[in-house]
């Protein structure tokens, strides 16, 4: 059900005419072997070693770090959706406004399924979700109206515990468990929507 490259999901060049995630400038058509390599080593660039063919890519420069921070991003398919998963770090806000600007929204668990995912792509780093008890303190919400109270949750033990009072955000973190933390901590971000018909 998972992809990056299959275009036949759709999700490679998701935004169409509208253009791809915030550091894409190139269409997905043009990009050749090497920077599709790239894209994986940013998108695991919490792994710090990955190995290679020596002979694989000759041209090594294309790994140095000005060339992974200006490659693009690409959309990935899950089970009839596409995700985006940051490279930049912001606020809950902020982030809530990223992917509504890219005609998407901060990413809805709902199943253990999508659970997995996320969890394997996230590896350990902290990535926004949309949830927040923003509107009434322990009321957990779904930004999209999914009903929280009886849908799947994954939350660390202990959590949600607002320490400090002012917690009304949530992120995978840990072995992709879910942690409250105040909504202007500075995290990456998941986007989601619809595969583009």
Request: one cysteine or more; proline letters at 5%.
């Amino acid at each position: 059900k998972a992809g990056v490259w299959n275009r036949s999901r759709g999700c490679v060049g998701a935004e169409g005419s509208e253009g791809h995630g915030p550091q894409n400038e190139k269409n997905s058509a043009q990009r050749g072997p090497e920077l599709r390599v790239i894209d994986e080593f940013r998108e695991q660039h919490f792994i710090r070693r990955l190995t290679f063919p020596s002979s694989a890519f000759p041209n090594r420069s294309l790994f140095s770090r000005p060339a992974l921070e200006s490659a693009p991003r690409e959309w990935e398919y899950f089970d009839g959706k596409c995700y985006y998963f940051s490279i930049d770090r912001m606020s809950w806000y902020k982030a809530k406004t990223q992917c509504e600007e890219m005609h998407s929204r901060l990413a809805i668990i709902n199943s253990f399924a999508k659970q997995n995912f996320v969890m394997f792509r996230t590896r350990n780093e902290r990535f926004w979700i949309g949830l927040t008890d923003g509107n009434s303190e322990g009321e957990w919400e779904w930004i999209d109206g999914t009903d929280y109270k009886s849908t799947f949750t994954f939350w660390k033990e202990g959590e949600p515990n607002n320490s400090g009072n002012n917690e009304d955000c949530a992120h995978v973190w840990t072995s992709g468990q879910w942690n409250d933390v105040y909504c202007t901590f500075e995290c990456y971000y998941l986007c989601e929507k619809p595969v583009p018909h």
